[in-house]
């Protein structure tokens, strides 16, 4: 969707995603574009997933695990994975240290399910990113997501939890006729705010995935952006990695083709670099041919700080 359809709309908050393997420039896009929508007057939130946190260079300022004001309507959240996961487990998992009584019930097993199941760590991340999509607090909220391979796992949670957290429900329903027996085994105490074995969590957990996936298969609230350079094997894996977002009704609308070289005719390698490129250029137009594609020449200097991001916005937005 471009920038200035968007801004001409009054609609519900909107999710901009940029994804891409490392190195590629996904994090100057996403600073990039939520600098130019702030400065457009949206109200924005960029957010990151990525364990490097390289957003706080990009913006050259800290930002940390509180939302942090940056700019005027500018805010922005590096999530911590492993704080994010130690808050999932005490929310879904209450009664963790009685897990040796549980097990002796059979009960136990909701717990090992947890976790062993696949890219725990994510799952934590993935529940603090249900909270900020819930929010009608922004205009924009943009995801800089970890490499490629991390957010495809990430972005496939849904179905994961869906499968496990159903399972753990089936199991608990299956021995909730042994709740008095563990009321009277385990110091719960009588009163009416008893734990319920994380049931409430379970299924409040599995709504907000449903809706999760929902926004995230929603072309008119959700944007995801690949980022890519002009070589074979980037290539190779954005087209994997749009094969796989489709398996999972993700809509991707545009291709960043970042860190092209500009015409030098003073500099042989950066002419024989130049023409390598523009090869690379003509296969990623013809195989992502239903794409927009957007193309990135390389800045002199590095993208750090609000100029940079500026200038890389002006350039990515052009057209828009």
């Excluded at 199991?171 to 008893?194: C, Q, V, Y």
């Excluded at 087209?239 to 991707?252: A, F, G, H, S």
């Amino acid at each position: 969707m471009g920038l200035r359809k968007m801004l001409g709309k009054e609609k519900k908050t909107e999710f901009f995603f940029f994804s891409g393997k490392g190195g590629v420039g996904k994090t100057s896009m996403a600073a990039a574009t939520a600098l130019r929508f702030a400065k457009k007057g949206k109200k924005v939130l960029v957010i990151s997933t990525d364990p490097a946190h390289s957003l706080a260079d990009s913006f050259d300022k800290k930002i940390g695990g509180e939302v942090k004001k940056l700019d005027k309507n500018l805010y922005a959240v590096e999530i911590d994975p492993k704080k994010a996961m130690a808050e999932y487990k005490a929310k879904l998992m209450p009664q963790i240290e009685k897990i040796d009584m549980l097990k002796g019930l059979g009960l136990g097993d909701m717990f090992d399910m947890a976790d062993s199941a696949p890219g725990i760590d994510e799952v934590a991340a993935f529940d603090k990113f249900l909270q900020y999509m819930n929010s009608n607090e922004y205009d924009i909220i943009i995801f800089d997501t970890a490499p490629t391979g991390h957010a495809l796992r990430f972005l496939s949670l849904p179905d994961v939890l869906d499968s496990w957290v159903g399972k753990m429900i089936k199991i608990r329903m299956k021995f909730s006729g042994m709740a008095n027996m563990i009321k009277r085994i385990l110091p719960f105490g009588e009163s009416d705010d008893t734990p319920q074995l994380g049931t409430e969590q379970l299924d409040e957990m599995k709504k907000r995935i449903e809706q999760a996936k929902q926004l995230l298969s929603d072309p008119a609230r959700t944007h995801y952006n690949i980022v890519t350079i002009p070589e074979q094997m980037a290539i190779l894996e954005s087209d994997r990695c749009i094969q796989t977002l489709k398996e999972y009704n993700i809509p991707v609308e545009t291709l960043i083709v970042n860190q092209l070289i500009p015409k030098n005719s003073r500099c042989v390698f950066c002419t024989e670099k130049r023409e390598t490129q523009q090869k690379r250029l003509k296969e990623i137009e013809s195989t992502f041919a239903k794409l927009e594609i957007k193309e990135m020449e390389m800045f002199k200097e590095e993208v750090r700080g609000t100029r940079m991001l500026e200038n890389v916005g002006k350039m990515l937005y052009a057209k828009s």
